[in-house]
């Protein structure tokens, strides 16, 4: 059984900066893929970021040069670095893992919910204009 702890949300003026952790527990991190995605109010799940174990990352295009997704294996904490954030950012950001070991390497496999086996609960992130 993995558990994901995500923390580092908030609420910040457009233009500003947060760093979102996501603390896992119970198995090999280090072995893991994982994502970031975001849930806005009456939208989809949707694909923000992810890091191979491999330290392979893919992103959203919507994202690209703004966030920046990394992982500390000693610590069994993923994070992402959020910079010039929007409005449009606004949603609750969830972490997921892929514990499998046989996920493709494509970037359109990394955006897929499916993927990913384990969830954590969610942290809110708010951008005022």
């Known amino acids: 059984q993995v558990q994901l702890v995500e923390s580092g949300g908030g609420l910040v003026q457009a233009g500003g900066s947060l760093r979102l952790s996501c603390a896992a527990s119970g198995r090999t991190f280090s072995r893991f893929d994982m994502g970031w995605f975001q849930q806005a109010p009456g939208k989809e799940r949707e694909f923000v970021a992810a890091i191979s174990w491999s330290d392979g990352t893919y992103y959203a295009d919507s994202v690209k040069g703004r966030f920046t997704i990394s992982r500390d294996n000693a610590k069994n904490t993923v994070y992402l670095q959020m910079n010039s954030l929007k409005p449009e950012d606004t949603a609750v950001y969830y972490c997921?893992?892929?514990?499998?070991?046989?996920?493709?390497?494509?970037?359109?496999?990394?955006?897929?919910?499916?993927?990913?086996?384990?969830w954590g609960q969610g942290t809110q992130v708010t951008v005022s204009s």
């Open positions: 997921a893992a892929d514990t499998s070991s046989y996920g493709s390497d494509t970037y359109y496999s990394y955006t897929s919910r499916t993927r990913y086996d384990y």
